[in-house]
């Protein structure tokens, strides 16, 4: 029988890779491994990679031991799910692997400047009818900005073509250096991308990938400099239903 909840939330807090902060925890304090995450958590200098809305952490934990040399943050607010990741890390005795339990919202409140090498967002929510909640949206690369390097990659990996398409408009309007676009991922040879990428699939992705849904994928620049503008485009909404998600409105199509 399977853990409930509030048995794999007790795992968690025994855990010395899993760090819960949710939103409102951080109002009065500063986080304590914010500009340390090197030199008091990895103990070494290796490039810090996130992946933000890590779900159950299949992706971040197939990455930190596909790139030993790297360290990886998986970020989400759902616990339950993510105690899948932390306990394959802490059962195999990965260093390389740590994640964060809060709200995406505040993630900069958890990194200093520079300090963070890459971002996956992989199958994040498109959020069709609100923007600003939209984890490729102006308001949040604003916010990655801050602890990011300049130039900092970013990595798109959807089922959604409505994400995959308002990604790519403002990654076009504000002219970010585009790295890789394919939206048929596992059909397509990628110039940049390490092929043994492709062999890490979350649960849900396969399950997508069953039913016929292209995966989507992008890999973009983030600079500093420059004024970062919404694209002013309607774009269709995604007619199908994913895992545990609809168009949750009568529209056709979503700015």
């Known amino acids: 029988m399977s853990k409930g909840k509030l048995a794999k939330f007790a795992d968690m807090a025994t855990y010395d890779n899993v760090f819960q902060y949710p939103y409102g925890s951080l109002e009065h304090a500063s986080f304590p491994l914010q500009?340390?995450?090197h030199e008091e958590y990895f103990h070494n200098q290796n490039p810090i990679v996130l992946e933000l809305g890590c779900g159950k952490g299949e992706y971040t934990v197939g990455l930190a031991r596909m790139f030993p040399n790297m360290n990886f943050i998986g970020v989400d607010i759902k616990g339950s799910r993510m105690w899948t990741g932390a306990t394959e890390a802490v059962r195999t005795g990965m260093k390389n692997v740590a994640f964060l339990r809060t709200n995406i919202e505040i993630i900069d409140k958890f990194f200093v400047a520079d300090e963070v090498h890459e971002i996956w967002l992989t199958f994040s929510d498109p959020q069709m009818k609100n923007?600003?909640?939209?984890?490729?949206?102006?308001?949040?690369?604003?916010?990655?900005?801050?602890?990011?390097?300049?130039?900092?990659?970013?990595?798109?990996?959807?089922?959604?073509?409505?994400?995959?398409?308002?990604t790519s408009h403002v990654v076009d309007k504000n002219r970010l250096p585009l790295l890789e676009r394919t939206e048929d991922l596992y059909h397509t040879q990628l110039s940049t991308l390490n092929s043994q990428l492709l062999n890490?699939?979350?649960?849900?992705?396969?399950?997508?990938?069953?039913?016929?849904?292209n995966i989507r994928y992008q890999q973009f620049c983030l600079p500093h400099d420059g004024e970062l503008t919404e694209p002013d485009v309607e774009i269709p909404l995604d007619d199908y239903r994913s895992y545990r998600r609809d168009k949750r409105s009568s529209l056709e199509v979503s700015k």
């Open 200 to 213: 890490i699939r979350t649960y849900y992705e396969q399950m997508w990938i069953d039913r016929g849904l």
């Open 35 to 37: 500009g340390k995450w």
């Open 131 to 166: 923007p600003r909640k939209r984890l490729t949206s102006t308001y949040f690369m604003e916010r990655y900005r801050r602890f990011l390097i300049d130039g900092g990659i970013i990595h798109l990996k959807t089922d959604s073509n409505f994400l995959f398409t308002y």
